[in-house]
């Protein structure tokens, strides 16, 4: 199983709105992550919008194209897009860069 953590930055104006839409997420949307392979799925938001993403999965690049064939994920991505700083371009998703783990207590 794969451990996968990834960051991104949540716009300060958008915070409690960013909260609120992952208090709600569509059932669709949940159904297919697990679907796909995302298990044990967890974000974490800081107060200056710092979002850490954490998931674990048996094969991460096969987890986001399961999703990317999905509409569900399509249209999620488009409504979540505006909530965040520095995708150049880019959907949520694909902005999603792992981090190296450099340390694991099991």
């Known amino acids: 199983m794969q451990r996968v953590c990834f960051l991104l930055k949540v ?5 409690d709105e960013y909260r609120e839409r992952h208090a709600a997420v569509w059932p669709e949307m949940l159904q297919a ?21 954490y998931v674990e999965t048996e094969d991460f690049a096969a ?17 979540m897009a505006p909530f965040f700083e520095s995708l150049d371009g880019a959907r949520p998703d694909e902005a999603m860069q792992p981090l ?7």
Not at 35 to 51: C, I, K, M, P, V
Not at 100 to 106: G, K, N, Q, R, S
């Open 11 to 15: 716009r300060a104006d958008r915070l």
């Open 33 to 53: 992550l697990s679907a796909t392979g995302w298990h044990n799925y967890s974000l974490f938001l800081r107060e200056d919008g710092l979002l850490v993403g």
């Open 63 to 79: 987890a986001r194209a399961g999703m990317e064939a999905t509409g569900i994920n399509a249209r999620w991505q488009a409504e």
């Open 100 to 106: 190296t783990e450099v340390f694991h207590l099991a």
